[in-house]
């Protein structure tokens, strides 16, 4: 069965058994990538989750981007010819100079290139001055079952329009747009135009009497004051006060062109009940555009031929890298012309694959770490014999991001700013030793956070100078954890000799965590034997993922681990999740302060430090913070973990950036080469068929011997039993 | 007959009823709709303006099952319960939470799922009768005992142990078949032979030992023992009456699944990724995706409806003796 | 430190009485004996009977709980602690960092230390608590495995010639008491002796092994494998064994009336489990246990320590998944009780105006205890590897509980691992498929015995 059914595959491809595409793709510019959820929104207004972003970017433009290259981060234009210039005003709109004490308001102006085109969209297509599929009956839609199978496809130029559009749409409340409420406290008249907006738009949906999906609702007619056309290339936004990170705001998807054409167009309902909508068909400038879009299974991504002029960058290369990196500097992007992404939920299979050359790159899963990467004796990391010997290559950096054991501040136990609950909370930094956790969990990926900003942001400092003095001693070369004799002294100063409390009880504390996946229970039993080390006892109350975020929300929690990954470069990104105004309690559970730390000394300073351009003087405020939080241990710090992407040799330009996800048209295949290692690899084993084919060859005979004898006895019987009758009627 | 059909889907109203309030009590005393609305909207803050446009937009804002605010007939039928199920017995599926036209989907992971299914459930079928059929021709010898014996061993496996072992064996060691995936057509053949041979292979034991006993009690029937008499082999004894009698006990046994096919493997496709309606339904258990648990729910009781109809229909069919009434 | 019953501990010896109470009831009655004496002429009955007991008694032994008050005396650093944590303390004390193959003296995979001169090195740490007797000599495993074997060997012999002894003693009074007319057949006792002289000898084995070596390997944080997967027992037991009994009276009492009085009561129980029936179960189950999630974290002060909270869950999960089982057995009480009323004696007792409660107690009870019995064995199997299956979607037992499901989710991912970490998987697989097994043939035999229609 088995053997039938391979001949049947193996006639309609010339490919190897177990690959999983077909031998037209593997042989031309094709990327294979995987994803591990299926993306819920591709509207570039909603989305806000990396996994989406990943799709979102090769597709959407926003007008500034991230330097492929460069390091520390560096915006770059991106769809405009230059950076925005910026003007400051005062409060009666008089232009002032920047290092002007009474700036109330900065004025982005931005010039757009005039080259770009959107890509080929049936939305865009006019029969004189009609669009032609604005009005689509079903009739028309029987044979359409996703927006490239449109007779007709047609492109128009980038508009800075297109730019103010996406900006109202993220404005309107039911297209819920995430960073609306966080947008209108900086954009200039976002906020009455998105009442007025929202409200219109409600009343025309009750009018009509039906959903906001299917119904189109023309942004066109108002206007925000703070954000106008000037002309076809240029727009300005005005923010209040200023706000030097809104430049990074505008790397993010949520500020990229949306014609209106395919908001009107994407509004009808019979497309909707396609699910053919914004939301899954992005229309965008970028170098590719979505050409399939199955998010259970598969998104592909072709190139845009209408793609404008970009190219690799000529410089920009940190010192110490591969100055391979150059090698395509100048040339024309994208190199890459499809890329195909597959589902894959389990991490067995996307390893097992990528080891088998049918995934051009990687992550490595703890699980699979040993097997991939081996650390050398200067400790730097490195690939396993295995892996050289298939010439996979590898990066690794550590991430923007911090995961942190956080505990409540308002608890009556573990809260509290009192030297006694300070030493508490000191002391569990101490017994909880994320080092060990790295080392088992992460496998060595990560670095113990010594404070609030990870590497790579703006006032973190490595070495002896960043060291956390409340938990770390210098040791020569190196950070190492305070020993658990001090933690234990620590403890009894905060009032709990060995882990008891006055009257003798157990020290019983809480820990909330939303516990999923397989690994969960060994984590779990690795906090409580941290906390054990101290006698103190650790309750872990498990739920699910809802409830424990509820508790947070409401402040009920004791201690929960969270992490936070930067939406931009900067300190400002980080330490505002200490800021006493985003506690939970203060908020209403809308902040991101979880541990509802709220000192006012630190809140004064990051209120100074958070419109700040980088300096010394900065600096020197963002030490005084870090000194702060370091010594009231809101956190037990946690860690923050290292990317580690394993590639084949095959794959070129491969460049870790954790805050650029619009990098594949710098990425190129060496198709050759990836062909000929995918086909050494992968030749199927096949004496285990031969041996089953023999074995079931061979069992027919004595089954048909045995068969016969059997037959025998009973002709014999019933011979016997029919001369018995014969006998009993004579 | 067709009164009766008739009859048997009205019986079913109630039911599926009582199913949806099931299913409307027990996910709405784990999530207010404000959960549900912050799980979907995703972002990193999100705000009590948000939660309340996205409740409007996807009709969670209607109290659940009694509407206070409104008088007479309102109290009843504007309530989320009420609108909500109304549509699912029009089998107007709706939205899912994170916005996507959930018939849509259905209709798309359908295929996927009866790929695997299907030639799981006939060449199951078909391979668990011709074994039967081997051991019931050896009955009482070695052959039979061993196989049984086998069989129980293999019913006492869990079919995780399986999965894994076939993928770590067929895919990664003997490079026979890709390790998950599923395509389109021809070219998802490749795909699908290992969880087809994983779900038929799970599937012997149980299998092998009913249709066994369905053969030997057929093979102690007067009829065989006159065929036999006769001096018909044993082979054709077998095939010319047992298998055919046996047939009938077998396919009204197996109909009452049929229906169920549709409704895909949890774990075969959540293992291979294959996108069926199967991890559908996971996915939508573990995001708490109500939109769709609602549906599939009620289209895996309808489903299961008609299976017990479809039950029924075959015994007549297949025996006279049998009315419907 | 204080006897203290967890609520699956008081189960779990509730089924344990039930079972004394069940074997007393037959003892008294004739010819269920001859029956149950049917049922164990087999041999296949017997060793799986002996190899559930075996199972039964691990899973008693880990129900009986002592709390302590203070922390001066344990040295396990739980709060509650079973005779069965008692006996295996050395395990729970040995564990080590993090993996390690089973006999292994080593971890198996390297890690990064610094060493004496500051530099960074890339060993396979040594065990902490592995060999000690013979100073971590790879070369003197091999030797000192087969030595404790020997030992093994020796003290389960012992053990089995005290047991052959003593129950030799009974059997011959037995026999000289008996008159020399009624002959029964003997049981295969000899087959029973072998099997129990393994388990001893294996059992002994591990013991003895197990205070030197890792005999199953440790997993990811370095617990010990074979505490893990015997800690196990008692989940898959409870699971398996309680799930059908705590929904019984439902069933009885659902089934008998709905077949007993007719009418509108039959309509309404059959509308009611046909309703459940339809839901498909995954989802049901599943929504379920979700909702038993919330409740839990809403009323977080009702559980003092994690245990007590995995055993409420654990607790939860057995009757959510009585909920979705209860109708099958149901449908065949009521199926059998329409039937059994129409028995003459039946209707007669009606005529004679005998209270409805009295007729069901003496005349049709007592012919649905093989359905129940039979359902009760059947179900067991199923109910252990749904439990796998269950963890495996997220909606299982307590990630804190030690269980097969729970092993087997997290060796999916120790097998992408290479080379890979098999032992969890092997052991989860073993320790389970032995269970199951056991369970399905004893199954088998009671059903052929009991069963009044099975061909014999």
Known sequence: MVFLLLSVSMKSYSNNWNSPYTSQQVNKQTLFSSFSSPPKHLDPVVSYNSNEWAFLSQVYEPPLQYHYLKRPYQVEPLTLTKMPEVKYFNQSGEAVLKNSSDIKFSEYLFELKDNIKFQNHPAFVKNASQYLYHDLTPQKLASIHNVNDFAQQATRNLEAADYVYAIKRMALRQNHSPILDSMQSYIVGLKPFSKKVTKAFSQQLKASGTKSKETYFDLNKYSISGVQVIDKTHFKIKIRGIYPQFLYWLTMNFFAPIPWEADKFYKQPGLVEKNITLDTSPVGTGPYYLAENNPNRIMRLLANPNFHDEFYPTSGLTKDSDTALLKDAGKRLPFIKEVVYSLEKESVPLWNKFLQGYYDASGVSSDSFDQAVSVSGSGSMNLTKAMQVKGIKFLSQVEPTIYYFGFNMTDPVVGGYSAKQQKLRQAISIAVNFEEYISIFMNGRGIAAQGPIPPGIYGYESGKKGMNSFLYNWNENHASRKSIEYAKKLLAEAGYPNGRKANGEVLSLYYDTAATGPDSQSQLNWYRKQFAKLGINLIIRATDYNRFQDKIRQAKGQMFSWGWNADYPDPENFMFLLYGGNATINTNGGGVNSANYDNPKFNKLFEQMKTMQNGPERLAIIKKMVHLVQKDAPWAWGFHPKSLALYHSWYKNVWPNALANNTIKYKRIDVEQRYAKQQKWNSPIIWPIILVIIFVLLSIWPLKKAYQKRQQIMLKNKKSHDLKLKGEVS | MFAYIVRRLLFAVPILIGVNLITFALFFMVNTPDDMARAQLGAKQTTPEMIQSWKVDHGYDKPLFINTTEHSHGLLTDTLFMQESLKLFSFDFGQSDSGRQISADIYERMWPSLAIALPTFIIGLVTNIAIALLIVLFRGSTLDSITMGLAVAIMSISGLFYIIAGQVLFSKTWHWVPISGYAEGLEGIKFLILPVLIGVFSGIGAGIRWYRSIFLEEINKDYVRTARAKGLSEIKVLFGHVLQNGLLPILTGVVVVIPTLFMGSLIMESFFGIPGLGSYTIDAIQSQDFGIVKAMVFLGSVLYIVGLILTDISYTYFDPRVKLS | ?456
């Open chain 3, 1 to 456: 430190m204080m006897l203290t019953f967890l609520w699956t501990d008081i189960m779990i010896w509730s089924l344990f009485a039930l079972i004394i109470l069940g074997i007393y009831q037959i003892s008294k009655d004739a010819q269920k004996r001859i029956q149950w004496r049917n049922v164990f002429k087999s041999k296949t009955a017997m060793i799986s009977a002996i190899i559930l007991l075996f199972y039964f008694a691990i899973a008693l032994m880990d129900s009986m709980h002592f709390k302590f008050e203070s922390a001066e005396n344990n040295t396990l650093n739980k709060e509650l602690v079973s005779v069965l944590d008692m006996g295996l303390e050395h395990l729970i004390l040995n564990a080590e960092r993090t993996y390690s193959a089973p006999f292994a003296l080593k971890e198996y995979s390297s890690s990064v230390i610094y060493n004496t001169t500051g530099n960074v090195q890339q060993v396979y740490l040594p065990l902490k608590n592995v060999a000690k007797h013979i100073d971590m000599q790879q070369s003197l495993v091999a030797y000192d495995v087969i030595t404790q074997t020997g030992w093994a060997f020796l003290i389960a012999l012992v053990i089995i010639i005290a047991i052959i002894l003593i129950h030799g003693y009974f059997r011959l009074k037995k026999l000289a008491m008996s008159s020399a007319r009624i002959k029964t057949e003997s049981l295969p006792w000899s087959v029973a002796y072998i099997t129990l002289f393994l388990l001893i000898f294996i059992g002994t084995w591990f013991y003895l092994l197990s205070f030197d070596y890792h005999v199953l390997g440790t997993n990811k944080v370095g617990e010990d494998v074979l505490y893990q997967s015997l800690k196990s027992i008692r989940t898959g037991v409870l699971i398996g064994g309680l799930t059908t009994v705590v929904m019984l009276p439902l069933a009885l009492l659902l089934g008998i009336s709905a077949g007993y009085f007719k009418g509108w009561i039959d309509d309404v129980i059959q509308y009611l489990y046909t309703t459940l029936n339809s839901i498909p179960g995954v989802l049901l189950i599943a929504a379920a246990v979700l909702v038993m999630q919330s409740i839990m974290s809403t009323h977080a002060e009702w559980f003092g320590s994690t245990q007590e909270r995995a055993d409420i869950r654990l607790l939860f999960l057995i009757f959510i998944l009585g909920m979705t089982s209860w109708t099958g057995l149901c449908r065949l009480l009521r199926a059998e009780t329409l039937k059994i009323s129409q028995i003459e004696y039946v209707t007669a007792a009606k005529a004679f105006g005998l209270k409805p409660f009295t007729i069901i107690r003496k005349h049709i009870l007592p012919n649905l205890v093989h359905l129940i019995l039979i359902a009760l064995v059947l179900d067991f199997s199923g109910l252990v590897l749904a439990e796998a299956v269950l963890s495996y979607v997220g909606v299982g037992v307590d990630p804190t509980m030690p269980s097969w499901g729970n092993m087997i989710n997290q060796a999916r991912l120790e097998m992408a691992r290479e080379p890979m970490v098999w032992w969890s998987l092997l052991s989860a697989f073993i320790f389970m498929f032995i269970l199951v097994l056991s369970a399905n043939l004893f199954a088998d035999r009671v059903q052929w015995v009991l069963n009044p229609r099975s061909e014999k």
